[in-house]
């Protein structure tokens, strides 16, 4: 099942993406007359194993009548439609670096001993379709990270590797939009703290409004076999940047068990799995995101994720 949100008319809305159009959750309920669901995908999640399997029933449901739900309104087309990110105000971002070999490679850079992560605030989100905005001053060094994205399904803490996975809904797309400014200076400021201070303001270029693109769906977990083996594409303006399988240097059961170690993790959160090589901060030349330009990121069984670039 592939959930996701919609703007219609000013508001979010739910819906699961179909062979036929993107079914609207509260409009399908209405139409046959059943209870509203749990609120948007958020809600949806938080309520449990229970709100996937409503979801499901109402969509066995609605599926039978289709020509109904289109006529009153309960089905839009998926290819007009406007994204949000799926979860458009998750409690929590963490996305995880360092976890592709060959990209610590072209960023010279050792694989660490242990798994690396930084939060990104919830106003970097953006859906698939809308503007990525080069920020004005600091809009010449602007990089796509393609990166396989889950979503927390249950509230675990403390969780260990073999329990992890029964805390995951599914799976999404994120492009960790970075600013790259910064970079040089991480690799060769002198000090403690002017190193902790560079490397700071690395992670503030990667939180401009809408630097985290997100979606277009929430893949279920049962629609995956094998979240470490799915093919991960980037193309900016049709050019291959990035193309590889998600072999992580830390799985996602070690993700969660790992952090889960401080942060309580939610339903509704999301952890981004970092990206592989082909960025272009890596590449010689540098490639840069450049106004006018497209950049999608493309994993199996998931869908693309779609953003065009525009001046701030």
Same mark, same amino acid.
């Given at each position: 099942m592939k959930l996701v949100t919609i703007e219609v008319d000013g508001a979010d809305l739910p819906g699961v993406l179909l062979d036929e159009g993107i079914l609207d959750l509260r409009a399908a309920a209405a139409a046959l007359d059943r209870p509203p669901l749990h609120g948007g995908v958020l809600g949806?999640?938080?309520?449990?194993?229970?709100?996937?399997?409503?979801?499901?029933?109402?969509?066995?449901?609605?599926?039978?009548?289709?020509?109904?739900?289109?006529a009153a309104g309960a089905v839009h087309d998926a290819g007009s439609a406007r994204y949000r990110p799926p979860i458009p105000k998750p409690g929590f971002i963490l996305s995880v670096g360092m976890n592709y070999a060959k990209h610590l490679a072209e960023m010279n850079t050792p694989i660490p001993k242990e798994p690396a992560a930084f939060i990104k605030v919830p106003t970097s989100l953006s859906g698939s379709g809308e503007p990525i905005r080069l920020p004005a001053g600091h809009a010449d060094m602007v990089d796509f990270e393609g990166e396989l994205t889950f979503v927390i399904g249950r509230s675990c803490h403390q969780v260990s590797e073999a329990e992890a996975m029964d805390c995951v809904a599914g799976y999404t797309i994120a492009n960790d939009v970075s600013a790259r400014d910064w970079v040089p200076a991480v690799f060769t400021v002198e000090g403690t703290m002017p190193a902790i201070h560079a490397w700071e303001k690395n992670i503030l270029g990667k939180n401009y409004p809408g630097f985290t693109p997100m979606g277009p769906v929430i893949v279920t977990k049962?629609?995956? =076999?094998?979240?470490?083996?799915?093919?991960?594409? @980037?193309? $900016? =303006?049709?050019?291959?940047?990035?193309?590889?399988? @998600?072999? $992580?240097?830390?799985?996602?059961?070690?993700?969660?068990?790992?952090?889960?170690?401080?942060?309580?993790?939610?339903?509704?959160?999301?952890?981004?799995?970092?990206?592989?090589e082909g960025v272009g901060f890596g590449r010689d030349p540098k490639v840069f995101m450049k106004p006018g330009q497209t950049i999608e990121v493309t994993i199996e069984g998931i869908g693309t994720l779609s953003n065009p670039v525009v001046a701030g």
């Open positions: 949806i999640l938080q309520a449990g194993p229970s709100g996937l399997d409503d979801v499901r029933r109402l969509v066995d449901a609605a599926a039978g009548k289709i020509d109904d739900m289109r049962d629609e995956i =076999d094998d979240p470490a083996a799915l093919h991960l594409v @980037t193309k $900016l =303006d049709g050019e291959v940047m990035q193309d590889t399988l @998600t072999e $992580l240097v830390f799985p996602i059961p070690k993700l969660i068990a790992y952090y889960s170690q401080w942060y309580r993790f939610s339903p509704g959160d999301v952890v981004t799995t970092g990206s592989p």
